[in-house]
């Protein structure tokens, strides 16, 4: 069964030949036709510090100005900025969409720099992504913004790269269409630059950096792709300012010593770039992001998310029953988790309810010892009330003993001194 | 009406050009990519037997598709109704096709015809399952499209109307592929009973609501001319013919009669021209795009809604789900959960808490309770006991004071007696 699924266009048919014209020659027409009809459609993301003039060769690139303040230094984080234009040329309309960084290399700790521009372009597959697995979709009519190529401006210091530049170029190479441009290059002299190019190249191969490489499988550009490849990475100069050279305006930078033209290639790769970028490539570009990168992110994503071919040939896979399988689990452990609440619950309960039982034991015990000390001290008191009445009581007794000897006494006393009285008077 | 699906109309910034950029080319970059390419294309054949089907692909597409080692379908006796595909490559112009023509013999030949239309049905689905597999894969490879980009329906000539299974297996097939209906052998009609049986046709088709192949409107007016030229003599009506025979000194294809011939190319004979250039040189990717834009995806949704929605869900729900991706659905009802589960657990928490603060406060009030009662005993005790202390001291009082007294009186006593004793001596006693 392998075969059918790996099978290259027509075979398994047998070529015929023909006995006349047919007209099936117009295909590539009808084709271009609809696409023409129907518009175009490109995003580019301009990565690289503030000041590298990348607003400037976007609108030196695309003959016209875009939107855009010159941004400060002193962004806390990078940003990232869309602006969708449509531009026409002849009867060719394209949707451009231009994304720039803004606060890239500006912070002291660069270290989350590239994050934000990794999760840029994630976003945009993961929404192309959802589309395409709507059960009612609109593919036709869907605005694609995933991004087809990334500029990525090199600072024209002449030595080498930057640490920060060889960390974002690694973590986009797997996502994007990376095509690093020297930038300002007005600044580096021709031997310098030279020297520069190769430095950078082999920075990017050592560290296993995969930057785009123009095609060269059509014959028709296999040639010029090929040099060009060679070029990289381009030096451009950017400019909307035109000076007079000749009897010709062109676009160029004044400077006391001499005017650098911009579409002058002994200037700078300014030409180049627009060739390979629009001229000739852009639909390549845009080829590898959908059938490379977008495949890539989305194998990636799937797989995340526990989806697998059910076999690793070709035999049928039926979506169905691996979204009825994934759904399945996926509800099963949401009540797994449920039920793992309530159980939690219940065991906080039953011990909380023995913490306080204890407690009020606790309690009890501590009063019912009180009680009893309390009974004890009750029992003294009434001990001592006892002795003390006992005591009393003998006090009373003495006393009403002593006195009634008293009055015994005295009525003796009183009828001795009676006798007394009596022998007197004999 | 088939729905075609409309561009998206976004308001975004307008920009003028200044100057030279060069996307103007892309045209070419695209054609350039789709020739390198190749491209592919299936064309489905129902009729019964007999109405120069064959004849007509081999004529179309000027080849022997069926030939001596390849017979076709018409040649061979068939019991059922079979669904067969021939693939075939031609190029033309540096322009590479896969052509794949899908046969149906044996349909409509039967006595008992019902439910010929099935395996026809079945071969069309399954060719939209295969894609749908294949583009749902995690790893997506060489996605090659067998769907059936155009069914060409063969009508009997029979001047009068459509039959009933002609009517019927267009409107069991017309949502599901793109349905050219064709009236066969044309040359048995003279051109007035053409136009009437044709009149009839279309006449059933709207009253029956069978949506055949609808040209797109173009905004050329030259082309606009021509589709409206075209919609006018529809359903086409083709004679089919490779012999080449020799009319008024020009090699012309045709069929010979004894009283002419009839010629294939000819657009006073017949329309056979019309469908050429209409299905191969204008409208072939328009073909395949309403197969891939509306058919296809309206199989997948289809397909795709009774696995998620699980049938018989209430509607507004499903409505819901229909235009979110399974992922995004399971998702959403992932978070849905957290928040229920994040609820839940606040709620018991609360539960709980009260629970045992209530719980808490009643042992407090209890302890408070005993304390008190405790308190009370004790300042009772204790008072108790100072009443004690008071009856004590006051007793002790009382027994010293009287023992003083007694020790006076004692005292008294002893000097009294001390006193008599004394006058006794004296003699005063007697």
């Known amino acids: 069964y392998n075969g059918t699924c790996l099978a290259k266009k027509g075979e398994g048919a047998r070529a015929v030949p023909l006995a006349g014209h047919v007209g099936f020659d117009s295909m590539p027409d009808q084709l271009v036709n609809k696409s023409v009809n129907h518009g175009f459609c490109f995003n580019i993301l301009c990565v690289g510090e503030t000041g590298l003039g990348k607003s400037t060769l976007m609108d030196t690139l695309f003959n016209t100005k875009f939107e855009g303040e010159p941004t400060q230094h002193n962004q806390p984080g990078v940003q990232l900025k869309s602006n969708t234009y449509e531009l026409q040329e002849s009867n060719v309309r394209l949707k451009l969409t231009v994304v720039n960084t803004v606060g890239f290399g500006d912070q002291i700790n660069k270290e989350d720099s590239y994050k934000s521009i990794v999760e840029f372009i994630d976003t945009q597959f993961e929404a192309y992504l959802q589309e395409e697995l709507k059960i009612k979709r609109t593919l036709h009519s869907y605005h694609d913004t995933r991004i087809h190529a990334c500029l990525y401006f090199i600072a024209p210091t002449g030595h080498s790269l930057k640490s920060l530049d060889l960390v974002t170029m690694k973590k986009l190479d797997s996502k994007v269409n990376i095509i690093p441009i020297i930038a300002k290059s007005d600044a580096i002299s021709k031997s310098e630059l030279t020297k520069f190019k190769i430095k950078i190249t082999s920075e990017l191969v050592s560290n296993g950096v995969q930057i785009y490489q123009f095609p060269t499988d059509d014959e028709t550009v296999a040639e010029i792709n090929s040099t060009m490849n060679g070029h990289l990475p381009f030096a451009v100069v950017g400019s909307t300012e035109e000076v007079k050279i000749g009897n010709k305006m062109v676009k160029a930078r004044q400077y006391p010593w001499g005017t650098v033209q911009v579409e002058n290639e002994n200037h700078c790769d300014f030409v180049k770039l627009r060739e390979m970028l629009i001229r000739v490539n852009m639909e390549d570009l845009r080829e590898q992001t959908h059938t490379r990168h977008y495949e890539l992110y989305r194998r990636c994503k799937l797989e995340e998310m526990g989806f697998k071919d059910t076999d690793p040939d070709c035999k049928p896979f039926s979506l169905q029953e691996t979204y009825e399988a994934k759904r399945n689990e996926f509800m099963g452990d949401l009540q797994k988790k449920e039920e793992e609440m309530r159980q939690m619950f219940v065991q906080r309960v039953k011990e909380k309810e023995a913490e306080l039982k204890e407690a009020e034991k606790e309690l009890h015990e501590k009063f019912d010892r009180l009680k009893k000390l309390h009974q004890d001290e009750k029992k003294k008191l009434e001990d001592k009330k006892k002795s003390l009445d006992d005591e009393l009581n003998g006090f009373k007794q003495k006393k009403t003993a002593a006195e009634l000897l008293q009055s015994q006494a005295q009525q003796a006393g009183g009828s001795t001194t009676l006798k007394r009285d009596k022998e007197r008077k004999k | ?430």
């Open chain 2, 1 to 430: 009406m088939i729905e075609r699906p409309e561009s998206a109309v976004a308001s975004i910034a307008q920009r003028n050009l200044e100057g030279y950029v060069g996307f103007a080319n892309l045209p070419n970059q695209v054609y350039r990519k789709s020739v390198k390419r190749g491209f592919e294309f299936t064309l489905m054949v129902v009729g019964e037997s007999g109405l120069g089907k064959s004849t007509l692909i081999n004529s179309l597409f000027l080849t022997d598709l069926y030939s001596k080692d390849y017979p076709g379908p018409s040649l061979r006796i068939k019991k059922t109704v079979q669904v067969e595909q021939s693939k075939v490559l031609v190029k033309e112009g540096g322009v590479q096709l896969t052509l794949t023509i899908v046969d149906t013999p044996g349909f409509g030949d039967a006595v008992d015809n019902s439910n010929c239309w099935q395996p026809v049905i079945n071969y069309i689905d399954s060719k939209c399952e295969d894609f749908l597999n294949a583009e749902s894969r995690v790893n997506r490879r060489l996605m090659p499209d067998n769907r059936v980009h155009c069914c060409l329906y063969f009508i009997a000539p029979s001047g009068h109307g459509l039959k009933p299974l002609d009517i019927e297996f267009m409107k069991r097939l017309h949502d599901k592929v793109n349905v050219i209906p064709l009236i066969a052998k044309a040359d048995t009609l003279t051109p007035e009973e053409c136009q009437l049986f044709k009149k009839q046709i279309m006449k059933e088709i709207q009253e029956h609501k069978i949506q055949i192949y609808e040209f797109p409107d173009t905004e050329d007016d030259e082309d606009s001319k021509l589709i409206r030229k075209i919609k006018e003599r529809m359903p086409l009506a083709v004679v089919g013919s490779n012999v080449v025979i020799e009319v008024n000194g020009k090699k012309v294809r045709g069929r010979q009669y004894p009283w002419g011939v009839a010629e294939v190319e000819n657009g006073e004979h017949c329309d056979f021209t019309v469908l050429r250039n209409m299905l191969i040189r204008t409208h072939m990717q328009d073909l395949k795009d309403v197969t891939n834009n509306v058919h296809y995806e309206n199989y997948r949704s289809r397909k795709l809604a009774a696995v998620t929605c699980n049938g018989g869900v209430d509607t507004s729900k499903t409505k819901n789900q229909m235009t979110r991706s399974p992922l995004a659905q399971m998702e959403e009802e992932r978070r849905e959960h957290v928040m229920k589960m994040k609820k839940m657990e606040t709620e018991m928490e609360q539960v709980f808490e009260m629970k045992v603060k209530e719980k808490k406060q009643k042992l407090k009030d209890s302890e408070a309770e005993l304390e008190r009662r405790h308190e009370q005993m004790k300042k009772n005790l204790e008072a108790q006991y100072k009443e004690l202390e008071e009856k004590k001291r006051h007793h002790d009082e009382e027994k010293s004071n009287w023992e003083a007294q007694q020790r006076i009186l004692e005292q008294q006593k002893l000097d009294a007696s001390k006193t008599m004793e004394k006058n006794k001596k004296k003699g005063k006693i007697f």
